[in-house]
């Protein structure tokens, strides 16, 4: 009777084993982590709809979302990667340091954070995309398209990655058309529908005939459609929300990254690195041009946009001046990732102050 | 820049209809808490009627079914509340606050189907009146229905509590419950009905925001309106006009400053957003100085429950 026992116990111990091994070796899970919920149509949809694209490429995966950045954020990450996760993607600047944190105590899970600039252990890889290349698009679009030369922009919160965008988007507009003036409206939310139309209200009553936005929700294109203006789409492609009025959309494309990321751990062949994409690599999709927009400025982007993508342009080359007149980037120049990862000035021809 | 009257007058619109949502929930919390009843779901109730409306938009097509569906869904909610804090007699402020944490929670799971769907337009009035009378036009002319109704609303709840029997009757309940119940009115009756009325008017509110203001679904795309909303009905002491007067200048400090912005004023932007809640605290803080008008304004068994009738 005991000797059977103990035979049943080990060969069930065994066939567990057998399962588990099998479990681990057939296929990869990944997790992702979003600051917000996914069904905000922004920033966090974005995401997952790269999470789907990875799903869709034969992989499982888990997603929590509305995680705070805070000590919550390491309880999430610690239970993903205790619960057989081999690679967790999170998606906000805010997890960086719980990233690492929880890193050090799994070493057999890889960590892929985005926005941030920590990699304090080899398990742990960064990446970023170059929104900013897209905001110059469509800053040659508004240039050659304003009669008002006001061109109205909601901002939502000071940081370098959205003084990027209103830098590089003044800059490009500027190139084709030296009068324009950037209105910048700070709205100090990612997405309250509610608030971006009052902004963009307010910034289309006092005259602005082209509206940017870096803030998430479709309430922005909307407006402007009911008032007669032009805008462009955040994050996804806008158009059906505002026919009329979207000239088109910088688009946030993780999903081809994802799934290489993915494929990476399933290979062995995952390795630690800090990747910022660009329109070149896919990670920034222009959307469809709006017919509206005349053929002259149409080829001007098609050329822009190739030449982004081939590295032939930078959208910070010199001379660049920020508000003052000091010099930021001297002829010829091209601004590195450095100063690009901590803009905190505007350039000439922004009006007002960054608010602190 | 050129200040001219029109541009006086299109910003005077746009204070208007950012005020409109906070008018309609603010003059049904009033009625409900006239009667006694401190109901904290406001939000909750709000984004539940702005997902119902959206979906309904979305499913039927219809426009007056969305609009009607989204008072009932406020309705069906508030019954929630309604049943708890007065057939079972739970806590008004931990209910309300559990209603607000459950609307928000079941509208993002109804709503995980209608995200990136644009809304339908929806139809507006006189505009074709809209160029007619300088500074006046845009804010008389060219607006939803429901922009009106909001806006004669505060006439109506004022008129509905100082001249009919029924006001009465709801005052009564709200002041002194024993009293009533003593004189034959059924305070539990009046309570329901008074929730239900509120429910339906948060969820009238958030169909504005998602079918009107900005047509589509976001979660959490109220944004917090309805603790203004709540903060509004203490600030004008209960009184329904003075609801008016203060949407007005909750709604305008947004725009306000955004216009400030944009012409180039350097202002703090995280003062003027709390600027609400403190000018409520402010005027909290003046009442409550005076003991005879805290007695004459605040309904006196608000936010107690009412165990004898039955």
Redesign the interface.
Known sequence: MHKLFIRSFVSSLVFLFTLTVAAVAKDVKAAFVYI??????GWT?QHDVGRKAVEAAGFKTTYVEGVPESADAERVLRQLANSGHDVIFTTSFGYMNPTNKVAKEFPNVKFEHATGYKREHPNVATYAARFYEGRAILGTIAGSMTKSNVI?YVASFPIPEVIRGINSFTLAAQKVNPNIKT???????W?????????A???I????DIIAQHTD???IV??AEKAGVYAFGQA?DMD??APKAVLTSVENNWGPYYVERVKAVANGTWNQKDTWHGIGDGMVVISDLDPSIPSNVRSKVKKLQADLASGKVHAFTGPIYDQKGNLMVAEGKTADDGMLAGMMTYVKGV???I?K | ?IIDVN?VG??IA?IMA?AVPLILASCGELITERSGVLNLGVEGMMIIGAISGFALMTVTGSLIIAVFGAMLAGVLISTIFAFLTQTLITNHVATGLALTIFGIGIS?MI??NF??I?GKEFPIIFEGLKDTIPLLSPILFGHSIVFYFAFALPFITSYFLKKTKIGLIVRAVGDSPESASNQGINVKLVRYACILYGGAMCGLAGAY?SMI?????????T?G?GWIALALVVFSTWNPIKILIGAMIFGGL??IQ??M????V?I???FL?ALPYIVTIIVLVVISRDSRKIRLSTPSSLGKSFYKDN
């Open positions: 917000g919920p996914t069904g905000d149509h949809y109205g209105k910048i409206v700070w709205a100090f939310t997405y309250d529908p509610g608030k971006e139309a009052e902004a209200k307010a910034l009553d006092q005259g602005a929700s479709t309430a909307q407006i996804s059906k929300f009006e007002g102050d608010p | 820049m541009f299109l910003i746009s950012s993002a709503g995980k995200v990136g644009p925001l203001y900005t047509p589509q679904w976001i979660e959490n795309m944004g309106r947004t725009i955004f216009h912005q944009a012409i180039g350097r703090p932007v995280q957003t």
